[in-house]
């Protein structure tokens, strides 16, 4: 079974400060791609960063950047700089092969104290 | 705004009733994927179509349906609703099916079954 799993359905974090979400992933793949959404308040979902397995360098997008480690199945978020508008809730997600069925983590509830 | 529009944002309608949520994929996506997002729960994968034929199945009850026309829209059908469908229901869509298409969502169509 293919199955996507955050073990922290709630984080908190000081603004300014740096947090890093957890997720793992099973997959009997070698090639695929890792997604984190982010779904604020408004209940939008919002794609954060993507991963490409293939790709050993971490993907980076301005304050957001991910801890990939492939062996271990492991597919984490790291936010720096934490910001008011960075609380929402995080979702891991992992495309089944062929892109036809993204499955989606429990969710992390990200809390940002000012 | 993504370019995947849902109609309607909200919808409150009694058990035993049939509803009809539909969806525009943002300008050039040919692949539809519907999601049902219970409170406080992860996103649980629907239905995908493809340039209008099925492609992949989901947890989708035999009282759900879905299809995609010709123009790409896509409808989502729902009938003998109960109190247990109450959810925010997303549409996403993608270029294609394959590798590496992060999904664009949709705001959703909130249901309340009463």
């Known amino acids: 079974a293919q199955t996507v799993t955050q073990s922290q359905p709630e984080m908190s974090v000081q603004e300014a400060e740096t947090v890093t979400l957890s997720c793992t992933y099973d997959?009997?793949?070698?090639?695929?791609?890792l997604f984190w959404y982010k779904q604020p308040p408004s209940r939008q979902m919002i794609l954060v960063i993507r991963?490409?397995?293939?790709?050993?360098q971490n993907a980076t997008e301005n304050r957001f950047s991910v801890n990939f480690q492939k062996a271990a199945k492991s597919f984490s978020l790291k936010i720096s700089d934490s910001q008011l508008g960075d609380a929402a809730m995080y979702f891991c997600a992992y495309p089944k092969c062929n892109n036809n069925d993204m499955r989606f983590g429990a969710g992390t509830r990200l809390t940002v104290k000012p | 705004d993504s370019g995947v529009t849902q109609t309607p944002k909200h919808l409150i309608t009694a058990t035993g009733q049939r509803v009809t949520l539909r969806c525009s994929p943002r300008s050039g996506d040919l692949s539809v994927y519907w999601y049902q997002q219970s409170l406080d729960q992860g996103l649980q994968f629907l239905i995908q179509y493809y340039n209008g034929e099925e492609r992949a199945k989901g947890n989708i009850l035999e009282r759900f349906s879905a299809q995609q026309f010709p123009d790409l829209h896509s409808e989502l059908n729902l009938s003998s609703l109960e109190l247990g469908d109450s959810a925010l229901y997303f549409c996403?869509?993608?270029?294609?099916?394959?590798f590496g298409y992060g999904y664009t969502f949709g705001s959703g169509t909130r249901l309340t079954v009463v």
């Open positions: 997959t009997s793949e070698s090639d695929y791609y």
């Open positions: 991963q490409e397995a293939y790709k050993q």
């Open positions: 996403a869509s993608s270029v294609a099916t394959g």
